[in-house]
């Protein structure tokens, strides 16, 4: 069973370049790493996917080493309004089939 | 397409009574998920459908709890009866398909107090 260490909380401030590690030391071969970002009082939703070396996209960039034990999602530039929780999760299943484990997530404070 | 919806956004309710909350998922999705939120214990898993049918119920906490997918576009989860414990915020969530490689689209949630 893939599991996930974060970073319970992180402050930053607005502007600056915000990274949050993931350890996932028991990763499965065919585990996607997958970040979600939740704001109070709604659902998470769905920031970034990769699977190994550099994924980017208009949000973020997703930082995976090659033995892909950890990773890090990077926020360039953050604003107040990238103040959420952040979670970083690793697949579980076979045959097609699959949950997700979410955790606590990493609360970003962004403050002006 | 509105997203996933879920019904009603806020229940308020007493021990020991019935609550059903509701869910459509995105049409055309295959996978339905239930979840439950608390501060203590995060957000947790608590069954998953593939095509209407239940895949994985071990995370639903006890015999109090079930879910049902009746068709495509609706599913719910009842508690029976409740108790002050199962407070909490509900989210459904959907997905195209299986493989932890698939998005999942989140509800907003269904946020119970049971007094």
């Known amino acids: 069973l893939a599991k996930t260490t974060q970073p319970i909380s992180m402050d930053s401030y607005e502007g600056q370049e915000v990274n949050i590690t993931c350890s996932h030391n028991n990763i499965a071969t065919n585990d996607y790493i997958t970040w979600y970002q939740q704001f109070p009082s709604q659902g998470p939703r769905f920031i970034i996917q990769g699977y190994k070396t550099k994924v980017t996209n208009e949000v973020a960039s997703l930082f995976i080493p090659a033995d892909r034990k950890s990773s890090t999602l990077s926020l360039p530039r953050v604003s107040l309004s990238d103040t959420a929780v952040y979670y970083c999760?690793?697949?579980?299943?076979?045959?097609?089939?699959?949950?997700?484990?979410f955790g606590k997530g990493t609360m970003l404070l962004v403050s002006p | 397409d509105a997203g996933v919806i879920q019904s009603p956004r806020h229940e308020v309710t007493e021990m020991g009574q019935e609550v059903t909350l509701r869910c459509k998922p995105i049409s055309g999705h295959d996978y339905l998920f239930w979840y439950r939120q608390t501060m203590m214990r995060g957000l947790e898993l608590l069954i998953y459908?593939?095509?209407?049918?239940?895949?994985?119920d071990s995370g639903m906490p006890e015999d109090r709890f079930s879910a049902k997918m009746p068709n495509a576009s609706f599913s719910t989860l009842k508690i029976q009866p409740s108790e002050p414990r199962d407070s909490a915020v509900y989210f459904c969530a959907s997905s195209l398909s299986g493989g932890n490689d698939n998005e999942q689209f989140f509800g907003p949630g269904t946020r119970l107090t049971v007094l």
């Open positions: 459908f593939n095509n209407n049918v239940p895949i994985d």
């Open positions: 999760l690793v697949g579980e299943g076979n045959s097609g089939y699959s949950t997700l484990t």
